[in-house]
């Protein structure tokens, strides 16, 4: 039976890297990964980053829809569509504000008989780990029932932080095994169970944000890009897009994390839906987002 694996985290966690290292190892192991990743703005854009590492017939983008109530019913209709093929594995990225308890009660309901009961991983940033202000609720409902818990970002935090962070989630989920990615067996992930645990409810309106896209014009040099990032309202949690500098022929991609850190990395291949900027939290418009674009261009020009 073909085992079904649903990676959360908050926004910025690390459940990409996460995605990226289990697509890798998995395919070296011999299994054969079918990919499905939600966002709320252009999840084909995150798509397009995997395309390097399995073929994108095996890779389906679900955007603007929370799969963890609206589009819990696509995305169980996809997983019910994949084509059955030896030693699959099905991997499923849900967007950083999903309501991780609900997606696990809903998503099992209504599954073809190939396949196992669904599991979820949670990536656990220590380093920012119920530091979210308002949604410290939000982020702590994300491990809760989960089977697996992965550190990540342990890079500048101490062995006091690390064993507060650990302590904090055993206390919420004293059940799940708890593992930093460096150490992560992968063999034992389609043999995990379910979880048992029982969660705290959470409202789950907490889970539901604010998102939008502009489209982004050619830059003239990647200081545009952390002049956006920048310049951004602090309550915009998430920040991504990808940009074309300057004419050149090769796109770049960026992210800005809750914690204000910026990532700029080459894009794989042309953006199909052309170059985008995206913005995810309280107070996201594309008003914002243009004028702030306008401003970065015309600071550029100044200088």
Not at 53 to 77: D, F, M, P
Not at 153 to 182: C, F, G, M, W, Y
Request: charged content about 20%; overall charge negative; hydrophobic content about 40%.
């Amino acid at each position: 039976m073909e085992a079904i694996i649903t990676i959360v985290g908050f926004l910025g966690a690390g459940k990409t890297t996460l995605l990226k290292f289990l697509i890798d190892s998995f395919s070296e192991k011999g299994w054969d990964p079918f990919l499905i990743l939600n966002d709320y703005e252009n999840a084909h854009m995150d798509a397009q980053q995997f395309v390097e590492q399995i073929q994108s017939k095996s890779i389906k983008a679900l955007t603007g829809s929370c799969i963890c109530c609206s589009g819990i019913v696509e995305l169980r209709n996809i997983v019910n569509r994949i084509a059955e093929r030896k030693n699959g594995i099905t991997l499923i990225e849900a967007n950083g504000t999903s309501d991780a308890c609900s997606l696990m009660e809903f998503l099992g309901v209504g599954l073809n008989d190939r396949f196992l009961p669904p599991i979820q991983i949670s990536v656990v940033d220590v380093k920012n780990w119920q530091k979210r202000g308002e949604h410290n609720e939000l982020e702590a409902n994300q491990i809760q029932v989960s089977s697996l818990l992965v550190l990540t970002h342990l890079e500048n935090t101490t062995k006091s932080r690390q064993d507060v962070v650990v302590k904090e989630i055993k206390a919420l989920n004293p059940l799940a095994r708890i593992s930093t990615l460096e150490d992560l067996n992968i063999s034992l992930l389609p043999e995990l169970l379910p979880a048992t645990n029982t969660p705290q409810k959470m409202e789950h309106h907490k889970a539901h944000w604010s998102s939008c896209s502009a489209d982004l014009p050619i830059l003239p040099h990647l200081e545009c890009i952390h002049r956006i990032c920048e310049a951004l309202p602090k309550n915009i949690l998430r920040v991504k897009g990808c940009a074309q500098i300057n004419e050149e022929s090769a796109y770049t991609y960026f992210e800005r994390n809750p914690d204000g850190e910026v990532h700029i990395r080459p894009f794989n291949g042309v953006p199909i839906t052309g170059t985008k900027l995206l913005a995810i939290g309280p107070g996201s418009s594309p008003e914002i987002l243009e004028k702030i674009i306008q401003q970065s261009l015309n600071a550029s020009i100044s200088t």
